[in-house]
């Protein structure tokens, strides 16, 4: 079965500093990834995915992640932190199938200090 | 430009009302989600349809029907509401062809039962 970990639930940063938000998954096959953001009050919206090809992915807003088969690992990270990234972050896994649900970790709260 | 809308931001309800929430896509997509989101449990699956009239029960489905009478629009029904139901209620949707099975959300609703 699947399943999602993500390590942390809250991270908190400087502004400026990097972020890097974790998360490691159980599949097994290796799976489609998705980070997703969400801001207060609001729905979830797609940061990035990974699902063939060229491991490392980039998203919007600066961010990234590597999919390493080895390590079982998809961790986000942003080389400088900005105020506007504070949120709750998701990492999520599909198996190839269309149309089956995603499975979420519980999710981590970024914060971000002056 | 995607869309997903859900009929109410917030909902305040007493317990032992049917409470309907509502969920419309724009895109032609197959396949339609309603997941629960609780602090420290991240999203949970609670039911999803492939179909026009079609349901699949999800993770937590106890306490929750759907409803599924045309492509664009499903509805999550609480039979009888309870304390325990209070939660934020997102609902998104998928395309059963497309290449990375990422789903939209909508803004979800905030569900309280007093």
């Known amino acids: 079965a699947q399943s999602v970990t993500q390590l942390g639930s809250h991270v908190s940063v400087s502004e400026g500093a990097l972020v890097l938000l974790r998360c490691n998954y159980s599949s097994s096959v290796p799976p489609y990834l998705f980070w997703y953001v969400q801001y207060p009050n609001q729905g979830l919206q797609l940061l990035l995915k990974y699902t063939t090809g060229a491991t490392l992915v980039k998203g919007i807003n600066g961010f990234e992640a590597e999919f390493k088969k080895s390590e079982t690992s998809f961790h986000l990270t942003k080389p400088s932190a900005h105020m506007s990234d504070a949120a709750e972050y998701f990492c999520?896994?599909?198996?190839?199938?269309?149309?089956?649900?995603?499975?979420f970790g519980k999710g981590t709260t970024l914060s971000v200090s002056s | 430009d995607v869309k997903v809308t859900q009929s109410s931001r917030y909902l305040v309800k007493r317990t032992g009302e049917k409470v309907f929430l509502e969920c419309v896509q724009d895109m032609d997509h197959e396949n339609m989600f309603w997941y629960r989101q609780d602090p420290g449990l991240g999203l949970r699956l609670i039911y999803f349809?492939?179909?026009?009239?079609?349901?699949e029960k999800g993770d937590i489905p106890e306490g929750y029907s759907v409803s599924r009478e045309k492509k664009e629009r499903f509805s999550l029904i609480l039979e009888s509401a309870s304390t325990n139901q209070t939660s934020m209620y997102l609902c998104?949707?998928?395309?059963?062809?497309?290449?990375?099975?990422?789903?939209?959300f909508g803004p979800g609703t905030r569900l309280t039962v007093t």
């Open positions: 998104a949707s998928t395309r059963t062809a497309a290449s990375s099975y990422e789903q939209y």
């Open positions: 999520a896994v599909s198996l190839y199938q269309a149309g089956t649900a995603l499975i």
């Open positions: 349809s492939y179909d026009v009239k079609m349901k």
